[in-house]
């Protein structure tokens, strides 16, 4: 069975800190595919990244950064320089790539990240 | 613009009640899915589709039923067989035909609340 887990329920930060959210997988496949989604107040959750099982290559996208790695099976995110705009509920999710789960993605229970000015 | 609607916003229903909830997407995509979550939980799959006239069912289906008769539209009717239906319902689409490997795109959501 495949399973997320999102150890760190809430965090709290002050603008301008860098903080990190972790990300910690179970899965028998050997292809799968692992993304992270933003969740703002309003509700709609925003696919922020995307990555296959066979790319270790860490991502960095403006002040975000993903670091993947396959041995601990983690796939964390950092917030550089953190905003208040980052506030909201971050979730992790793994996907297979196939078998009898079509379309099936597992969450992980979520990080709420409160960003104080 | 291209993306997914879901109506409406807010929902209030009385026990007893059958309610619909609207997912129309724009996008072309072959899949759609219906997520419920609950406060404090991610999020759990209640039927999925992956082309017309064709749907699944995902891990807590009870209570639920859905169709997709047409590719753009995939409703979810939350029927009074359904114990606890208080959450904020989430509908998703991806390009292909389901797979676990495509980038699920979300819906604004609709909050149900049971009176």
């Known amino acids: 069975a495949q399973k997320v887990t999102q150890a760190q329920t809430e965090i709290s930060v002050v603008e301008k800190e860098d903080v990190t959210l972790d990300c910690v997988y179970e899965t028998r496949d050997t292809t799968y595919y692992l993304f992270w989604y933003k969740q703002p107040p309003s509700g709609e959750l925003v696919f922020l990244i995307r990555?296959?099982?066979?790319?270790?290559q860490n991502e960095i996208s403006g002040r975000y950064s993903w670091n993947f790695q396959k041995s601990t099976s983690s796939f964390n995110f950092t917030i550089t320089a953190s905003q208040v705009v980052d506030s909201a509920v971050y979730f992790c999710a793994l996907g297979d790539a196939g078998g009898t789960s079509y379309g099936k993605l597992t969450f992980g229970q979520g990080t709420i990240l409160t960003v104080h000015p | 613009d291209g993306g997914i609607t879901q109506s409406p916003k807010y929902l209030f229903r009385k026990e007893g009640q059958n309610v619909t909830l609207s997912c129309e997407q724009n996008?072309?995509?072959?899949?759609m899915y219906w997520y419920r979550q609950d406060p404090g939980q991610g999020l759990r799959l209640i039927y999925y589709?992956?082309?017309?006239?064709?749907?699944q069912k995902g891990d807590i289906a009870e209570g639920y039923s859905v169709s997709r008769e047409k590719k753009e539209s995939f409703p979810l009717t939350v029927t009074s067989a359904q114990k606890n239906p208080t959450a904020f319902y989430l509908c998703?689409?991806?390009?292909?035909?389901?797979?676990?490997?495509?980038?699920?795109?979300f819906g604004p959501g609709t909050r149900l609340t049971v009176l």
């Open positions: 996008l072309n995509h072959d899949a």
């Open positions: 998703a689409s991806s390009r292909g035909r389901g797979s676990g490997t495509d980038t699920q795109y």
């Open positions: 589709s992956q082309i017309v006239n064709d749907f």
């Open positions: 990555r296959n099982s066979f790319d270790e």
